[in-house]
């Protein structure tokens, strides 16, 4: 196993609600960046904390925020949700730089209704 | 053109065939490259970082060709086991890596007795 947790593991929603998903990162990794899997897609990058903040973003709304705190954990915040918000949500840690390998935790499942 | 691009299969191999999959990436300016496998409503976990050089790692191996900008990897003896989508893997480089992972949709691949 990654060392790399998530909660909770499964979550329903309804649209316009806000969900928060929480992540502890593997032990030594200061780096948790995010993702979201549509079912029969890849991982999507959503975003990357370092140091406790934002430091690289993908394609995704500004109501898609996070914060990491000073033990590495991090958070990912979802207002306003909309049914394409569906998706496994993953989270990952890896040391910082671009060769360093990110490890996955085993995902939060959000269904939207 | 998409950023990773894999054929999705999928794969239906016999047990002990080899099987070979591709995948193309776009920016020329990547830095690392990676197979990660995925198993059915799991989290991805690395299989397997990919060298100019080329690399193995027991049945399987993995070959990267930055002129034609092509990922590939072989799984010979393939076990029943080996079930599984495969993810091509992508680190821009961009901003020491900020930018996040970028995947491909996978390749599905089912090993049948």
């Known amino acids: 196993e990654t060392g790399v947790t998530q909660s909770p593991t499964h979550l329903i929603k309804t649209r316009g609600q806000q969900v928060t998903l929480r992540c502890s990162s593997q032990?030594?990794?200061?780096?948790v960046s995010w993702y979201q899997q549509a079912l029969g897609q890849g991982p999507q990058f959503i975003f990357q904390y370092y140091r406790e903040e934002e430091n690289g973003r993908g394609n995704f709304p500004p109501r898609f925020s996070g914060l990491q705190f000073p033990n590495y954990s991090s958070e990912l915040n979802v207002n306003a949700l909309e049914l394409d918000d569906s998706a496994l949500y993953l989270c990952?840690?890896?040391?910082?730089?671009?060769?360093?390998?990110?490890?996955f935790g085993p995902g939060t499942r959000l269904l939207v209704l | 053109r998409k950023e990773v691009e894999q054929d999705p299969g999928p794969f239906n191999v016999p047990e002990g065939a080899t099987v070979a999959f591709n995948c193309t990436y776009s920016?020329?300016?990547?830095?690392?490259f990676f197979w990660y496998r995925q198993d059915c409503r799991k989290e991805p976990k690395l299989l397997m970082s990919v060298y100019s050089s080329g690399n193995e790692d027991g049945r399987f191996t993995a070959q990267l060709n930055r002129a034609s900008q092509y990922i590939s990897l072989l799984i010979r003896d393939s076990k029943l086991s080996d079930s599984a989508t495969y993810l091509c893997?992508?680190?821009?480089?961009?901003?020491?890596?900020?930018?996040?992972?970028?995947f491909g949709k996978g390749t599905h691949l089912i090993i049948q007795p």
């Open positions: 893997v992508v680190n821009k480089g961009e901003r020491g890596g900020a930018d996040g992972l970028t």
């Open positions: 920016n020329s300016a990547s830095q690392s």
């Open positions: 032990s030594g990794h200061n780096t």
């Open positions: 990952a840690s890896s040391a910082v730089g671009a060769r360093k390998t990110q490890y």
